[in-house]
C-alpha cells in the first residue's frame, strides 16, 4: 500500500479504540492503524489539521513498520512540545517564492517538515513529468523524520527521487571537537519493475542520532564507535554520546558527504545552515531547516519499459552473486524494511516502554484513546 493510501486509511475516529491496560514501565505490542489512530488525535488535540495529522502520524508508523523506532513515537513528545511552544505551526503553510518550471523554491515557513516535505515531493512528480526532470529546493522548513518515506512515494509514482536535509549541528569537522556539522541524512529511491522500489536512506554518521536517542530511552549502551564524549574521548553512554559527538561513518568520508549535503539542503536552498539549524528535540527554536529534492522521469531518459527491465536486472544480478562464508542471503536496498512492515504488520509493533508511557500521557492529555495491546 502507498504511503498515500496509509494515511487516508489513518482517517477514522479514535472514539471507538478501547484503553489498553498496560503497567507503567512495561512496553507493549500495538497495531499499526490503532498506533496511527493515536497519535494523529494527539496532533489534532494540538491544532494540526486531520489531514496533516494523519500524514505525521503515518511517517513516525512506517518508521516502526520498517524496524526504526529511531525515527518512530519516540520523535512524538518532541515534536508536542514544538508545537506547544510555537517553535513549530500547526498550520503548514507554504509559500512558492521562485518558480521557472522544472526549478521550484517552496519556504515551509516554520510548519512541519514532513507536510512541507510532501507538498514538495508532489510538485516534484508533477514537474517531472512535464519537464523530465524537477529540482525542489525548501527552505525554513523543520525534520522531515525518514528520508525514504518520501523517495518511496516518487518511486511509486515511477519516478527516480533524492532527496537531502540537513540537521542540527552533531559532529565535528574532521581534525575537530566541536559540533559544527549535521546528520545530514540523504535517500535515493528508484521503481525497480517487478521487484517494486529499491530504496536508500542514511546519516552521514556512524549511526543516526535517533539511534542514539533509542538507546537511552531502552536503558542500553551504545557499541564503540558511535559517539565521543564532549571532550573528544570514546563513550558507549548514549547520554554522554548526545552532550557529545556522533562520529563520522568511514572516518573524513562521512564528514564531507555530510558538509555537501549542507551545501545543497541549507546553503542551496536559501535556508539556515552548520550551526543556525535547530534540531527536533529542541522544544523552544525553530528548526529553519532545508531540503533539496531532485525527481527524474525515466521516460525522458528512453523507452519507461527498458528501464524497468534494466533495472530488474540489476536486482537479480546483485541478488545471485556468491555468498559470502557469513551471508544466508544478498538483500538489495530497502529490501530489510518490506520484510519488517510485512512482519510488524501482521505481528504488532512493539513500542519500548519508555516510549509507550510517554504515548499514554500525551494521549490522557488530548483525551485521545490510547491503543489497545496485543499479548505477549
Given at each position: ?94 509559500a512558492v517564492v521562485q518558480d521557472s518550471g522544472a526549478v ?98 542514511l546519516a552521514n554518521t556512524a549511526v543516526a542520532r535517533g ?50 549535503m549542507d551545501v545543497l539542503s541549507g546553503v542551496l536552498t ?107
Amino acid at each position: 500500500m502507498s504511503q498515500q493510501a496509509m494515511s487516508t486509511s489513518a482517517q477514522s475516529s479514535t472514539a471507538r479504540m478501547p484503553t489498553a491496560q498496560v503497567p507503567t514501565g512495561a512496553p507493549a505490542t500495538v497495531s499499526a492503524d490503532d498506533l496511527r489512530r493515536c497519535v494523529s488525535g494527539i496532533l489534532i488535540a494540538h491544532d494540526v489539521p486531520q489531514a496533516d495529522a494523519d500524514l505525521l502520524a503515518d511517517t513516525l508508523v512506517v518508521a516502526e513498520l520498517w524496524g526504526h523506532a529511531s525515527h518512530g513515537v519516540l520523535r512524538l513528545p518532541w515534536y508536542v512540545d514544538r508545537l506547544r511552544s510555537g517553535a513549530m505551526r500547526a498550520v503548514t503553510q507554504t509559500a512558492v517564492v521562485q518558480d521557472s518550471g522544472a526549478v521550484v523554491v517552496l519556504d515551509g515557513q516554520d510548519g512541519i517538515g514532513q507536510i512541507v516535505t510532501a507538498r514538495a515531493v508532489e510538485i516534484g512528480v508533477e514537474r517531472a513529468r512535464s519537464h523530465g526532470v524537477a529540482a525542489i529546493g525548501v527552505r525554513n522548513s523543520g525534520h522531515f523524520g525518514m528520508a525514504a518515506y518520501f523517495t518511496r512515494i516518487a518511486a511509486e509514482a515511477g519516478c527516480v527521487a533524492f532527496l537531502s536535509t540537513n540537521a542540527s549541528p552533531a559532529m565535528a569537522p574532521w581534525g575537530g571537537r566541536t559540533k559544527a556539522i549535521g546528520t545530514n541524512p540523504w535517500s535515493i529511491a528508484a521503481p525497480a519493475g517487478r521487484h517494486g522500489v529499491v530504496v536508500m536512506d542514511l546519516a552521514n554518521t556512524a549511526v543516526a542520532r535517533g539511534k542514539i536517542y533509542l538507546a537511552k530511552e531502552r536503558g542500553t549502551t551504545i557499541p564503540d564507535g558511535w559517539a565521543a564524549a564532549p571532550d573528544g574521548s570514546p563513550t558507549t553512554d548514549p547520554a554522554v554520546g548526545i552532550e557529545g559527538l556522533i562520529l563520522p561513518m568511514a572516518g573524513p568520508k562521512g564528514y564531507v558527504i555530510s558538509f555537501m549535503m549542507d551545501v545543497l539542503s541549507g546553503v542551496l536552498t536559501g535556508s539556515s545552515f552548520g550551526a543556525d539549524v535547530g534540531g527536533p528535540y529542541e522544544k523552544d527554536r525553530r528548526s529553519g531547516a532545508g531540503h533539496l529534492l531532485l525527481v527524474i522521469d525515466p521516460a525522458a531518459m528512453g523507452d519507461p519499459g527498458e528501464f524497468a527491465a534494466r533495472a530488474e536486472q540489476l536486482v537479480d544480478d546483485t541478488r545471485g552473486g556468491d555468498l559470502a562464508a557469513w551471508a544466508g542471503e544478498i538483500l538489495v536496498p530497502g529490501e530489510l524494511e518490506d520484510r519488517s512492515r510485512a512482519q510488524k504488520e501482521a505481528r504488532g509493533i512493539s513500542l519500548a516502554s519508555a516510549t509507550w508511557d510517554s504515548l499514554r500521557v500525551l494521549a490522557a492529555q488530548a483525551r485521545v484513546p490510547v491503543p489497545s495491546v496485543r499479548p505477549a
